[in-house]
């Protein structure tokens, strides 16, 4: 269990996402290890009491931090995808790019260093939950763009696609002195994605 209980009500509902929240932030600042529940009640600004209604631990909530993360990652898939449907494939890339990037970098980088560190929070209900967003993505995309039915394993390429986008993202800002910018980043991940398209085109004519 994740959670000792849901809440319920609005105030104590108030005091859960606090509570989270107040995780990926002491997080960002003390690193995992140093994350104490301590720390992270005095960030929320609740008594420990509050924490230990909702969590029996600060793995629990590292849990629970995992879940949300996730599920405001898929809500950022959900909600590109009426904003690509009209655009050419290049550009339905970046603009994923660029949407996933800006949700890394919500709240001075909160969810980027989150990504960093919290691998062995994934549970296989998150793992579902994101998969979903993503072949409903590739399926909307789809009905628009009946030509890339013809991409063998497209729900496989744009799987690849957002979590190349996610990676990439987090190791470019996580470096210093690439030797070129993001833009050139993006070009390149959009050039070997219509490469593969195009060879897939090819061998079906």
Not at 17 to 35: P, Q, Y
Not at 120 to 141: G, Q
């Amino acid at each position: 269990m994740v959670t000792i209980r849901k809440p319920k009500q609005n105030r104590a509902k108030n005091t859960f996402e606090s509570i989270v929240s107040a995780g990926f932030i002491s997080v960002m600042k003390n690193g995992l290890d140093h994350t104490t529940v301590l720390k992270v009640c005095e960030i929320a600004g609740v008594g420990s009491g509050s924490f230990y209604e909702y969590f029996k631990n600060k793995e629990a909530l590292f849990i629970e931090m995992q879940q949300h993360f996730i599920m405001e990652i898929s809500k950022v898939i959900y909600e590109v995808i009426p904003e690509i449907l009209d655009l050419e494939i290049p550009e339905a890339i970046r603009r994923i790019f660029l949407k996933i990037g800006e949700f890394l970098a919500k709240d001075n980088n909160k969810y980027f260093y989150w990504l960093s560190v919290s691998s062995k929070y994934s549970t296989e209900a998150s793992h579902v939950k994101a998969v979903k967003a993503i072949n409903v993505l590739a399926i909307e995309y789809a009905m628009k763009h009946p030509e890339v039915l013809k991409i063998k394993n497209l729900k496989m390429m744009v799987y690849i696609l957002i979590h190349s986008s996610i990676a990439l993202t987090m190791n470019f800002f996580a470096s210093q002195n690439m030797g070129f910018t993001f833009e050139e980043l993006v070009d390149c991940l959009i050039n070997l994605t219509m490469s593969y398209i195009e060879n897939e085109r090819n061998k079906v004519v």
